[in-house]
């Protein structure tokens, strides 16, 4: 009963303050496939959807990329997610319909498909320094009837290469500071060989 209760209290919370939500149609972390539990530890009996995560290969150290995680067949009415990197240098940020929770992102609520497709955006902060990144993602694919039955999922991974960011970028000269730069020592070149010439 007290855990039925937290579990009502969480869902009217959830999105206002982060607190982790026993309901797991409002979000669901730890299941990403970063262990070996999935959703489909709870969740069974659809077809298995495909997961794909799309966005960049690789990232500048410090840069944000964006990504999209796709689910599509299986039941197919509506779907939720959950997202997790192994590198805890990374920042992850949710986009629409989605929220971070435990260092993770899942959905808010379970999001209807849209042309076959279920997806759920959102961004990568690169770490400072190189190195890589992996992504581990989960999609479940449900019937959309508020229940585990009939509904499957699967999980992706993709390893992000994080590159070290150009010396340029750090110096907090851009590039095209250095077209003026040069004019400028030019002219100030010139004007010494003039006076010299004048004396
Ligand atoms: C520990 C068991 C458990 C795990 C693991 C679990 N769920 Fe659930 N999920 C439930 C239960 C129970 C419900 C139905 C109650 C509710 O709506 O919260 C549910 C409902 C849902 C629904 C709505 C289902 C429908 O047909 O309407 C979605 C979407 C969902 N979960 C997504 C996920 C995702 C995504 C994962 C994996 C990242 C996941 N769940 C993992 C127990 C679980």
Do not use: W
Not at 37 to 65: F, K, M, N, Y
Not at 80 to 103: E, Y
């Amino acid at each position: 009963m007290r855990f039925q209760s937290y579990g009502v209290a969480g869902v009217l919370t959830a999105c206002l303050m982060s607190v982790p939500a026993l309901a797991n149609s409002t979000g669901i972390t730890g299941y990403s496939g970063k262990t070996a539990q999935t959703c489909t530890t709870c969740h069974s009996g659809g077809a298995a959807p495909t997961v794909e995560i799309s966005g960049p290969d690789s990232l500048q150290a410090g840069a944000t990329g964006n990504y999209t995680l796709i689910i599509r067949g299986g039941a197919g009415v509506k779907g939720g997610f959950d997202v997790a990197v192994d590198n805890t240098a990374a920042t992850l940020a949710a986009g629409t319909g989605s929220k971070l929770q435990s260092g993770e992102l899942t959905h808010t609520a379970p999001k209807p498909a849209s042309g076959g497709e279920i997806r759920f955006d959102f961004s990568l902060v690169a770490p400072q320094s190189a190195g890589s990144v992996k992504i581990f993602g989960a999609g479940n694919s449900v019937n959309g009837d508020g229940a585990v039955t009939l509904d499957n999922s699967a999980t992706t991974s993709k390893t992000v290469t994080i590159t070290a960011a150009p010396e340029e970028d750090t110096g907090g000269c851009s590039a095209t500071g250095g077209a003026p730069v040069m004019l400028f020592s030019l002219l100030a070149g010139t004007m010494t060989l003039l006076r010299r010439r004048r004396a």
